[in-house]
C-alpha cells in the first residue's frame, strides 16, 4: 500500500520496502517496486524502471535507477544512456531526500568508474537505510568485482535483520558466505531462500557454487536440472550463466558430448551475441572444454567475429584475460594485439587504488593468457605464476577464476614442470578429489617423478570415477 507523506514541500511516496521516495506518482513507485524486484530475482523486464522516469521525469531516484539499469549492461553506449538519465538525476537533487542523494551519488561514481566511492556511498545507505536491498545489490556487485568477498558478506549480514522477511536477502547473504569460503552456511542460507521463493535464482547460483566447489557433480546436476524451468522467464544473459554453472557438473562428469550440447543450446546458441557477459558465458566454456581435450571445431572462430568492442572497453581486467584468450583462438591475432595495448595504456591512466590490479596484474596476466592460447607453455607460465595469487583482485567469482589456475596447470604439465604441478593438484585432490580429471593428472605427474604406487592409486581411483558417472548418465 502507498503512503504518502510531505518532506520540505515536495510530495514523498513510501515503496514496497518501506523506503520514502520524492514523487507524486504512485505509478513511478509502482515500476520503481517492479524494477527493484526484477533486479533482486534477476528478471528478465528491469527496463520497467523506464515507466517509472515516463511516470514521473523529475523522479531523481528513477532516474538514478535507469542510470543503473545501463551501466549493468556495460559498453560506450550504455554508459552514454547512463549519463542522460543520471545527469536528469543530479538535476532533481535538490528536491531528493538523504537516502536518494547518497543513492544518486553511488551511481555518478559508477559511472566515473570509482568504485570504491561507490562503494562508500552503498556502505552509508546500508546503515541508514538497511531495507535498501537495490542498493545491497548494487554494493554486492562492485565488492565482488573488486575481489572483496568479506565486503560483500559483510554488507549483507549488516542488513539482514531489517530484511528477513524477505526471501531475496537469504540469497545474496549465501552467495556472500560461499565467496568467504563458509560454505556449509551458505548451502543453509541458499536452500532456505529457494524454500520461501522457488525462482529465486541468485539463490540457485548461490547454491550451484556451493556444490561444484566441493564436487557434489550428481546433487548440482539434479539440483539444477530441476529448477531450470524457472530460468525461462528470467535475465536472459543468467539464464546462460546458470546454464553455465550446470555444464561445470556435466565437464566434470566428462560428459563432454553434453557440455556441447548446452554450449550450443543454452548459452551461445541462444545469446545476445553483442553482450559482453553472454560472451563470457560462452569463452570460459569452451576453454575450459580445450583444456579437456575436447575439440571444439569452429566454435572460437564464431565466438571471436564478436569482440570487436571489447578491445578498448575495459570494464573489468577479469573479462579482459577472457576476451583476449578468445581472440587468438579465433584467429584474431591483430586485434589481441590491439587489445593488449590498449590494457596497458587503460592501466597507466587509471584511478590510483586501481592502477597496480591493471599495470602489475591484468597486463601480465594477459601476456601469459595470449602465451598459452598461442601454445608457448613457458612463457605462459612465465607471465602467470607472479601474478595467481593477485588474479583475485580482477573480478569475478572463486568458480570463474578457478579458470586461470586450470590454464597455468595445464602449462606447467605440457612444459613436464611436474613438481610444480604436483603441488597444485596435491591442493586440487584435497579440495575435490572425486573429479576424474584431478586423479588423472595425478596419476601422470606420479609417475613422470617415479611415485609408482601413488600414480598406481590415482589411476585406478580417476578409473573407477569415470565409471561410476557414466552409470549415472546412463541412468539419467
Known sequence: MLVAVQCSGKPMVKD????????????????????????????????????????????????????????????????TQATFYLNTAKANLIHANDREKLYIAAIEAWANRDIAQAIAHHEAIADSYPRDLASLHVAQYHYRNSGNSQGMLRIAEKVFAANCHNPYIYGMLAF???????????????????????????????????????????????????????????????????????????LDAENFAKVVEIYDRNIWGRAEKDNRR????????????????????????????????????????????????????????????????SMQTHAEKVLPYMRRTWL????????????????????????????????????????????FEQIYLDALIRDRQYHKALNILEKRNAARGNIPVIQRELANTYSQLGHIDEAN???????????RYQKVEQTV
Not at 457 to 467: P, V
Open 16 to 79: 514496497a520496502f518501506e523506503l520514502e521516495i520524492t514523487t507524486d506518482s504512485s505509478a513511478a513507485v509502482n515500476a520503481i517496486d517492479s524494477f527493484v524486484d526484477q533486479l533482486l530475482c534477476v528478471g528478465n523486464d528491469a527496463q520497467v524502471i523506464l515507466k517509472a522516469v515516463e511516470a514521473d521525469p523529475a523522479c531523481a531516484i528513477a532516474n538514478a535507477q535507469a542510470a543503473a539499469f545501463y551501466l549493468f549492461t556495460g559498453g560506450s553506449v550504455a554508459l
Open 457 to 467: 592409486q590415482a589411476s585406478q581411483l580417476a578409473l573407477e570415477l569415470s565409471q
Open 278 to 341: 553472454e560472451q563470457i558465458n560462452a569463452i570460459a566454456l569452451l576453454l575450459r572444454l580445450e583444456l579437456r581435450g575436447v575439440d571444439v571445431g569452429s566454435r572460437w572462430q564464431e565466438l571471436a567475429a564478436y569482440l570487436q568492442p571489447r578491445l578498448h572497453e575495459h570494464v573489468l581486467a577479469f573479462l579482459d584475460l577472457q576476451y583476449i584468450y578468445a581472440l587468438v583462438r579465433g584467429g584474431k591475432d591483430d586485434w589481441a594485439a590491439q587489445m593488449l595495448e
Open 360 to 403: 602489475e596484474v591484468g597486463v601480465p596476466a594477459a601476456r601469459g593468457m595470449i602465451a598459452h592460447a598461442r601454445g608457448d607453455w613457458e612463457r605462459a607460465i612465465a607471465q602467470l605464476e607472479p601474478v595467481l595469487p593477485d588474479l583475485y583482485s580482477t573480478g569475478g567469482s572463486h568458480a570463474q577464476r578457478d579458470l
Open 176 to 250: 556472500g558466505l560461499e565467496e568467504c569460503h563458509r560454505l556449509a552456511e551458505a548451502e543453509t542460507y541458499a536452500r532456505q531462500a529457494i524454500a520461501l521463493k522457488r525462482d529465486n535464482r541468485w539463490a540457485h547460483h548461490a547454491l550451484a557454487h556451493v556444490l561444484e566447489t566441493q564436487g557434489r557433480l550428481d546433487e548440482g546436476i539434479a539440483l539444477m536440472e530441476s529448477l531450470s524451468d524457472t530460468w525461462e522467464y528470467g535475465n536472459p544473459v543468467f539464464y546462460g550463466h546458470l546454464w553455465w554453472h550446470t555444464s561445470l557438473y556435466y
